[in-house]
């Protein structure tokens, strides 16, 4: 079973604009993490953030974190072409091992 | 640094034959994992190696056998292949568990027929 769940489950919008994309989860966890993938490529981490933390910034994205509602979003503000991809987050329950769990993902797309 | 390399790119099997996805990392990296990418779904843990001469189940290890070579290297067997397990397979690594991103190769394409 999955841990995290997105949505929207797909998103398009016009070049300029930001992109919004939540994740919940279902168990305690350590952090959560962001990825990007390239349609054909593999994962590439964007963001993580540890379970004492509300938000992080990282250049055009910011992420906050709401343990009480097993919560996450994910903006990428000035959207770009570039950015269009699959994102993922992924929850770490298990500590030592770093076992994450992976929602089904957000797919992007970026209209010019 | 070439990160994490996996061989081959593309495969393809008939049911019941057997092989080996063979992956690498030159970051100096304890940790390392397999997952499994079905269409339109997030990763799934296969297996994992926490460090060097440990291996354990994650979350779909049925079907398949893991090898952690070395420090370097930890590979994935399917000993009887199934349409089931085509999928795309990645392997990532991290430095060492407890909170780091995971650093992925590029993944290889298992077609089962």
């Known amino acids: 079973s999955q841990q995290g769940e997105e949505d929207p489950q797909a998103l398009s919008i016009q070049e300029g604009e930001n992109a919004t994309m939540n994740c919940s989860y279902k168990t305690s966890i350590n952090n959560l993490q962001w990825y990007r993938q390239n349609s054909g490529r593999g994962l590439v981490h964007l963001i993580l953030?540890?379970?004492?933390?509300r938000e992080k910034h990282s250049g055009r994205l910011r992420v906050t974190l709401d343990t009480s509602k097993k919560s996450s979003s994910l903006l990428i503000t000035a959207s770009r072409a570039a950015d269009t991809a699959s994102y993922f987050c992924?929850?770490?329950?298990?500590?030592?091992?770093?076992?994450?769990?992976f929602g089904q993902g957000t797919r992007l797309t970026i209209n010019p | 640094n070439a990160g994490v390399t996996q061989t081959p790119k593309f495969q393809v099997l008939k049911t019941g034959q057997s092989m080996t996805l063979q992956c690498a990392q030159d970051m100096n990296h304890n940790s390392m994992y397999w997952y499994r990418q079905d269409p339109g779904m997030g990763l799934r843990l296969i297996y994992y190696?926490?460090?060097?001469?440990?291996?354990d189940k994650g979350e779909v290890p049925n079907g398949y056998n893991v090898s952690r070579l070395n420090k370097r290297e930890f590979s994935l067997r399917l000993e009887s292949a199934a349409p089931s397990q085509t999928s795309v397979y990645f392997c990532?690594?991290?430095?060492?568990?407890?909170?780091?991103?995971?650093?992925f190769g590029p993944g290889t394409r298992l077609t089962v027929t």
């Open positions: 990532a690594s991290v430095p060492r568990a407890g909170g780091y991103e995971q650093y």
């Open positions: 992924a929850t770490d329950a298990y500590g030592g091992a770093q076992k994450l769990v």
């Open positions: 953030i540890r379970s004492n933390e």
């Open positions: 190696s926490a460090s060097e001469g440990t291996t």
